[in-house]
Every structure is written in structure tokens, then in C-alpha cells.
């Protein structure tokens, strides 16, 4: 369990990102750039004292995740859009990870982006200690289906732990007959994602996102001087070049990634090209009933 100290440091980090998810979902509208959004969101979490807990993600319709604007990237919502907006805040190492959806200008996808917020509603209802993690799937997968949609049965929701983000425990969005239950202490990220299209994501080109894959020591003063810089700011978190308040950090990047320092995430796209939305919360497992930290 956590002491006193680190639930106030996991709470406030989820209220920074929900608070930095509804900013950047109100700022969602035709004609506006993605990178403004992912700045203004990403910035927001600095003025309230939290770190980055991994890119803001700015995925669009058939993109289920892992996109991020880069320095230069001239992208704008356009009317019809689907647009989840995925965000987290970390406080030494505690972390609030939230999602939401909105469509741009139009209510064509109006059932799909409620149902995988009916789906994350109705677990909230009963999660806590003592839960299967099959019965979350369960009750996710059976939400989805009687709103006429599918979840994505290969993206999950997950443990984690302080500076892990993915952290040993995976909460699918199905029935996988994992009867193993939630255990007091536990934070849990909850994160449906449905869809009219096929249920599964495919890999496509990379978001924009990296990590730290090894340590080596490298050749060029000024790449192992980025590499210092970024295991300070962003520790074993996620990142983006544009996140990075280093000069020419987008070369870099790709430095480090040329010499497998760093290793991308590829966007998931889903298979069949279907619309996706995605709701998410994060989850203290403190007793019978599941503390939600990612409520503004």
C-alpha cells in the first residue's frame, strides 16, 4: 500500500491530467493545429509542478494511438474527426494516465465515443480489490457489444508503478479467463478503446514517440550531453523531441535512434481502417472500491 505521502503525489498527478485532458479536448476544434494543442497540454502539466508522463497523444480516427506532432508538423482537425487525446502527469514517479474523445463538428460518431465511455463508467462501478481482471474485460467487451461496436481487443490497459508506466499487469478490454484479482496497493490504468472496424490494431509508422532502450556511450559530445539531459527530465518516461527544451533535439532523437539508445513507438492503426474512440482512467486499488485519481 502506499503511504500518505506518495496518495498525495498520485493524486494530485491525476488531477493535473485531467485537468490538462479536458484543456486540451476543449481546445479540439476545425482549423486548429495539433501541435498547439500538444504544447498547450504538455505546458499545463509543467505549471502545476508535475514532469511529462509521456507525450500528449493527439490520435485521429482510425489511429487508435501513438501519435504526437512533431516540431514542424503543419497538421489540423478537420470537420469529422475523431480525436483522442491521451495525457499523463508524473510526480517523482507517480502517474496519472487519462484519456478522452471528441469529434470535430459534426455527432456522426456520437454512439462510438460514448460506448468506450460507458464501457470505462461501468468498470468504475465495481473495480477495487478482490476483482478478477477477466471481469474487467468481461464487462468492457460486453458494454461495447450491446452499443453495436467492438473493443480493441489488443490494446490493453495496465499496472503501473512508480517511474513505469507499463508495469507487469496487463487489464485487456475482453474476457482472457485471467482469473489472477487486483491486489491492495495496485494503480491501474483502465483504458477502452471501441470501434466500428475489426477489434484488433496493426503497427503503422512511427508517432513521433521514443524511449530509452539501453545506455551506451556515445561518440559526439553534444548527443551524449542530449542523452544525459533526457534521462534527468524524463527518466524512464516516454518522450518526444518536441517535448525536449534542448537545441536541435529532433536530430538527436534521430542520433540515438540510429545508435539504438532510443527505440520508437509505431502508431496502432486499426486493421480495418475502423473509426476508434478511447476513455480512460486511472485507479488506486485501496480497498473493495477502487480510488479514481483522474477525476479534475
Do not use: W
Not at 41 to 62: D, H, L, M, Q, T
Not at 99 to 110: D, L, S
Amino acid at each position: 500500500m502506499l503511504n500518505n505521502d506518495e496518495i498525495l503525489k498520485l493524486r494530485k498527478a491525476g488531477e493535473t491530467a485531467a485537468a490538462a485532458r479536458a484543456l486540451g479536448m476543449d481546445m479540439v476544434r476545425e482549423g486548429v493545429r495539433l501541435y498547439d494543442v500538444a504544447q498547450e497540454v504538455e505546458g499545463f502539466i509543467r505549471s502545476k509542478g508535475c514532469g511529462i508522463a509521456f507525450p500528449c497523444n493527439i490520435s485521429i480516427n482510425e489511429i487508435a494511438a501513438h501519435y504526437t506532432p512533431c516540431v514542424d508538423d503543419k497538421k489540423v482537425f478537420e470537420i469529422g474527426d475523431v480525436v483522442k487525446i491521451d495525457c499523463g502527469a508524473e510526480l517523482d514517479g507517480y502517474v496519472g494516465d487519462t484519456a478522452g474523445t471528441v469529434e470535430v463538428g459534426t455527432k456522426r460518431y456520437r454512439s462510438l465515443i460514448e460506448s468506450s465511455k460507458r464501457a470505462r463508467d461501468t468498470v468504475a462501478e465495481f473495480i477495487g480489490a478482490g476483482v478478477p481482471i477477466c471481469e474487467i474485460g468481461r464487462a468492457v467487451e460486453m458494454s461495447m457489444m450491446q452499443d453495436g461496436f467492438k473493443p480493441i481487443r489488443n490494446l490493453c490497459g495496465h499496472q503501473i508503478k512508480q517511474y513505469n508506466l507499463h508495469a507487469g499487469v496487463s487489464i485487456p478490454s475482453y474476457n482472457d479467463g485471467n482469473t489472477d484479482k487486483l491486489v491492495p496497493g495496485m494503480i491501474v490504468a483502465v483504458e477502452p478503446f471501441a470501434t466500428n472496424g475489426d477489434g484488433m490494431v496493426l503497427n503503422g509508422p512511427p508517432g513521433n514517440i521514443v524511449r530509452i532502450l539501453r545506455e551506451r556511450k556515445l561518440a559526439d559530445p553534444k548527443s551524449q550531453e542530449f542523452f544525459e539531459y533526457v534521462k534527468g527530465e524524463f527518466k524512464s518516461f516516454p518522450f518526444c523531441a518536441r517535448s525536449c527544451e534542448f537545441p536541435d533535439a529532433e536530430k538527436h532523437v534521430k542520433t540515438l535512434l540510429r545508435h539504438g539508445v532510443l527505440s520508437s513507438y509505431a502508431q496502432l492503426i486499426e486493421s480495418k481502417k475502423g473509426i476508434v474512440s478511447q476513455h480512460e482512467h486511472t485507479f488506486y486499488i485501496a480497498g473493495e472500491r477502487a480510488e479514481v485519481t483522474t477525476l479534475p
